[in-house]
């Protein structure tokens, strides 16, 4: 049997690691912190969420949901240890990240089929005979991988923005403006709800159109001519000579800043909307709204939920302590925004998740082109027991296209080429109902219902055949 490498201890890699081993294979587990951090990680711990600590919806019948039920039948390793140390979040799974991250640490370091190597790789080779390669190394890969990742590719990297979001200190928060509840009371009340009349809001608006950004790093600079090289120069802090330069945000992760310039409500229609969140003071909704959701499961502080940002930080103390209840809070992180790095999938990639060109190669997690912790953690899930097949010299087979993980990956592998952009599990990915059923289904609930039912269906009958 050969042996499986795995580069990356984030949330692909421990799960490809952990499923191997499950399938009796022998695994060598690399990650270069701390020798060598990167610019949005602050520990050296495995599965360390950088951004929000929110895995998504557990509302039956979503996409998320269904996500996440297809990894519990097949046994996900990082979201049974996920449900283990959740917090309260609504209808939402999140996790307390230091817990989480202990918990995950626990299973790598107890499983004698896996050997963890804290060290960067900085080459691949395409030709040895006895190895399979997971790059698991995540959307802040060094860039002396990058580069040997373009060697052995011959493309160009795409890269795109994403975020962090402010935590608060819990004990700082002025309870006698907020409130608990749930959208729509799904689920237990939850999230702390920051209310905003339309004057407090209009004066919040104008606070953070005028704040003044953070001056990008080197590192966070994309060329707009897209040159590799002068990528990988700006990822190792070499800024790329005589180049324009651009910001380049993922749609799905916008600064809050970016959102307000573009119309006075669009914040209302986006993280501050205040649809179903009934302030128990006024029996009405109020004008907009910020969440705040549970950080830990000491409920000592709290992270306030899509309020990523590009601003400095004193700027960041004064303008979110104009939101109702947290004039005198007390910050433990603020937001940012950071560069994520990724291949183009459609064209290097199997939907096996092997490059094309070096089938011994595999890609996984976000640098493959999936976004958010629950897809990486698919990902990690599907190359680990690909990865395994491959080492007992078989043939992996693909998930089924019904299925979220399998629409996932075939997603990425089948995308339009010149539009590709990275991608979280929606229904728009699962194929579509046959036109009659649509016709007849009118209820999108309904329709999504019976989406989730074939897609089970299909995952099943795949976990059966591929034990």
């Not at 909704?285 to 409920?299: F, G, I």
């Not at 010299?393 to 629409?407: H, I, L, V």
Request: aromatic letters at 8%.
């Amino acid at each position: 049997m050969k042996n499986i490498r795995i580069i990356g201890g984030g949330l692909a890699g421990p799960e490809a690691a952990l499923q191997a081993a499950a399938q009796g294979c022998t695994v060598t587990l690399y990650e270069m912190r701390p020798h060598r951090s990167t610019e949005a990680h602050q520990t050296a711990d495995f599965a360390e969420l950088v951004c929000s600590n929110s895995l998504k919806s557990e509302s039956e019948n979503t996409a998320p949901w269904l996500l996440k039920q297809e990894m519990r039948r097949a046994h996900s390793f990082l979201l049974r240890e996920a449900d283990a140390s959740s917090v309260p979040a609504g209808h939402a799974l999140a996790v307390d990240r230091v817990e989480f991250s202990r918990r995950v640490a626990s299973l790598l370091e107890d499983n004698p089929r896996i050997t963890i190597r804290r060290e960067e790789i900085t080459s691949l080779d395409e030709h040895e005979p006895n190895t399979i390669t997971i790059l698991a190394s995540g959307p802040l890969t060094s860039a002396a991988l990058a580069a040997e990742l373009q060697r052995l590719t011959g493309a160009d990297h795409l890269a795109f923005y994403d975020s962090i979001s402010p935590i608060v200190d819990a004990s700082t928060i002025d309870m006698d403006k907020v409130y608990f509840a749930a959208r729509y009371d799904k689920g237990t009340a939850d999230y702390i709800n920051c209310p905003f009349t339309k004057e407090e809001y209009e004066v919040f608006l104008d606070a953070l159109i005028s704040a003044e950004n953070i001056e990008q790093k080197s590192w966070e600079k994309l060329p707009e001519d897209g040159n590799p090289e002068h990528l990988a120069n700006a990822a190792s802090g070499t800024p790329p000579v005589s180049t324009p330069e651009k910001m380049h945000y993922f749609e799905g992760c916008l600064p809050i800043e970016e959102t307000a310039r573009r119309g006075r409500d669009t914040l209302r229609f986006g993280p501050m909307k205040p649809v179903g969140l009934t302030d128990p003071k006024t029996g009405r909704w109020p004008y907009a709204v910020v969440q705040l959701r549970q950080e830990n499961l000491r409920a000592d502080s709290y992270n306030l939920v899509g309020f990523q940002n590009h601003l400095k930080f004193g700027e960041q103390n004064r303008v979110l302590r104009l939101i109702p209840g947290l004039e005198n809070a007390k910050f433990l992180r603020y937001g940012q925004i950071h560069r994520n790095t990724y291949i183009h999938a459609p064209s290097l990639l199997t939907e096996t998740l092997q490059l094309k060109a070096h089938p011994s190669i595999m890609i996984a997690g976000q640098l493959s082109g999936v976004e958010g912790y629950t897809e990486s953690i698919a990902s990690g899930m599907l190359a680990g027991r690909y990865a395994a097949a491959l080492a007992r010299d078989e043939q992996p087979t693909p998930a089924p296209r019904q299925s979220a993980n399998g629409s996932l990956a075939h997603y990425i592998t089948h995308a339009e080429s010149k539009r590709f952009q990275p991608a979280n599990i929606t229904f728009d990915l699962l194929p579509p109902l046959e036109e009659e059923l649509r016709k007849k289904m009118r209820d999108k609930k309904e329709r999504h219902k019976l989406q989730c039912d074939r897609a089970l269906v299909a995952w099943d009958s795949w976990l059966t055949g591929n034990r």
